[in-house]
């Protein structure tokens, strides 16, 4: 299982860490500041894949990750 988290500046949503640690500690975080965001995951999260995105556009995004969450199954995002 995996947490898809949408990031903006830096900061994960509300509830974005228990999201986390509902999903086994791995995450991809999609967005702006993905790096400094994923600091607050710290002790939370096993695995972080970060995708780093200036523009927050839904449906660009969601054909961009297509491929690299295929491996999971969609079950399990």
């Keep these: 299982m995996i947490a898809v988290v949408v990031v903006r500046g830096g900061a994960l949503p509300a509830g974005g860490d228990e999201t986390v640690a509902e999903a086994g500690g791995r995450a991809m975080l999609v ?43 969609r079950a399990h995002v």
């Design 31 to 73: 967005g702006s500041g993905t790096a400094e965001a994923s600091a607050a995951l710290n002790g939370i999260a096993s695995h972080i894949t970060l995708v780093e995105r200036s523009a927050f556009h839904p449906s660009a995004i969601a054909i961009e990750l297509a491929p690299l969450l295929g491996e999971i199954g």
